[in-house]
């Protein structure tokens, strides 16, 4: 946890403090957050494969860290700040693969994961592209700030995963959402969200 | 009229960020000014737009059952590899932490058993007429300056108790047991002849016990099921392993050494078993 964190942890009053508010038991924690976790990753490493791997890792230092990790309040910010950070270095050591999605998708299908029809499929992962190829034209921290508002986080929360000053969030949002409207618009994903 | 609304202060009221006065204050602006109006109905759009082009990304299944699993076998694995770290920086520790005073006693060990080991030596020439000396008694043994070193008949001259590890039955305690300080020593200062069955005995009682309380606590995991099995078959082969070498070297002190470790793994990965289970999962 890195200095900003922590004082904003500490600048709490007591009785929401991470004693207070109690921590989450790991079974807990799994059942809430394992859906923003791997969503996170995944909209990081556009893989599924590699995201079930930065999953399991994210979960695997909550485990090692079940003691030092904030309550329950920002516990979500927490995990998604170490998926962010597992995310990239997980990047660094792979080339983004769509051929192992692909084969990914494949396989889980297969066995009976996400079975769809080809077309329906196809067309989902037309609208994932556009949207991934977008937001690649974001600029950090303007796209991490969309996509863990698109998750639901507070301004509270984004800042605390990003290391960011909450009065700062509001700014970046807006400006993201701009940004991603027009970069959106010019791919041709804007006619498609219209029409759908 | 208030003044207009920025774009900032518009995202903050439609992510529900601002403060009750001064969403009240933002609603009555935004039903009285036009231009401010509209500027929130673009807010608006754009905002749907985002949640739109995010939904496939998001809408996407995710494969709870699968992370689940995975991340149930990470733990698990991680648990086995701190009883193991910690049983092994037990027992290596014990031997490699060389502190000042350690440092000391040992130098103070040494020097009596090399002054008891000359004295026994000459003594031994002098009353008998014994054609073997000391380091020729264990032949097979490579490390004849360790069997000087030890001098086992000179301090203990009797064979002593056979060790008894009495690992208690821990079913809900989360630190598995391991025993290093007995296993060095039990076979520093003595010769090993029959400490084998005692031993083994002790453990595989204890073992039984904790096999019958895992079997009797039903309803295990498929995954911590398949993952204990396969731990337990690796235990079992290693046991048997060790067991036999102790068997073909009964006056070796590490041959019996490495087969109490390996009875201490299976005792470890019970005991971590048996934690998982009574604890419903990996908790603090």
Redesign the interface.
């Given at each position: 946890m890195n200095g900003q964190a922590r004082a904003l942890i500490e600048s709490m009053p007591n009785d929401i403090g991470t004693e207070a508010v109690g921590p989450l038991s790991f079974d807990e924690a799994f059942t809430l957050h394992h859906r923003a976790v791997f969503r996170t990753a995944r909209a990081v490493v556009r893989d599924s494969a590699l995201a079930e791997d930065v999953t399991q890792e994210v979960f695997l230092r909550l485990y090692r860290n079940l003691n030092s990790t904030p309550g329950e309040e920002l516990l979500r910010a927490w995990l998604l700040r170490v998926t962010l950070n597992v995310a990239r270095n997980t990047l660094r050591g792979q080339s983004r693969s769509m051929v192992r999605d692909n084969e990914y998708h494949k396989s889980t299908a297969e066995t009976g994961f996400f079975a769809e029809a080809p077309e329906e499929d196809y067309e989902r992962r037309v609208a994932i592209e556009e949207a991934r190829r977008a937001l690649d034209k974001i600029k950090e921290p303007m796209r991490s700030c969309l996509l863990l508002k698109q998750q639901g986080l507070s301004y509270r929360e984004i800042a605390t995963s990003l290391s960011l000053k909450e009065t700062n969030i509001g700014s970046l949002v807006a400006r993201g959402r701009k940004e991603f409207a027009r970069v959106y618009g010019k791919i041709g994903g804007k006619r498609d969200a219209v029409s759908g | 009229m208030t003044r207009c609304l920025d774009?900032?202060?518009?995202?903050?009221y439609f992510?529900g960020?601002l403060s009750i006065e001064m969403m009240e204050s933002v609603t009555s602006h935004l039903a009285s000014c036009a231009t401010c109006a509209a500027a929130a109905r673009e807010?608006e759009e754009?905002?749907?737009?985002?949640?739109?082009?995010?939904?496939?990304?998001?809408e996407?299944?995710?494969?709870?059952e699968?992370?689940?699993q995975?991340?149930d076998e990470?733990?698990l694995g991680?648990r086995l590899a701190t009883a193991r770290s910690s049983a092994k920086t037990g027992f290596f520790a014990g031997l490699l932490n060389f502190g000042t005073q350690r440092t000391l006693g040992y130098a103070s060990l040494a020097v009596v058993l090399a002054f008891a080991a000359i004295f026994a030596v000459v003594k031994m020439r002098s009353t008998h007429d014994t054609p073997e000396p000391i380091a020729s008694t264990t032949p097979e043994q490579q490390p004849a300056n360790r069997e000087i070193a030890k001098a086992p008949s000179i301090i203990e001259p009797v064979n002593p108790a056979p060790v008894n590890i009495s690992t208690p039955v821990r079913t809900t305690e989360s630190t598995p047991t391991y025993r290093p300080a007995k296993f060095i020593a039990s076979s520093a200062p003595k010769p090993v002849p029959v400490k084998l069955l005692p031993g083994e005995r002790s453990y595989l009682q204890t073992i039984a016990r904790l096999d019958s309380t895992i079997k009797s606590n039903k309803g295990m995991r498929p995954a911590l099921q398949v993952e204990y099995e396969r731990n337990l078959a690796v235990v079992d082969r290693y046991i048997a392993a060790t067991r036999s070498a102790a068997k073909s070297n009964p006056n070796d002190p590490d041959a019996a050494d490495f087969m109490f470790a390996a009875y201490q793994s299976k005792v470890d990965l019970l005991n971590t078993i048996a934690d998982a289970r009574l604890g419903?999962?990996?908790?603090?």
């Open positions: - | 774009e900032v202060k518009l995202q903050c992510d960020e807010l754009e905002s749907a737009l985002l949640t739109a082009a995010f939904a496939a990304e998001f996407e299944s995710v494969p709870t699968r992370l689940r995975r991340i990470a733990v991680e419903g999962g990996p908790r603090h």
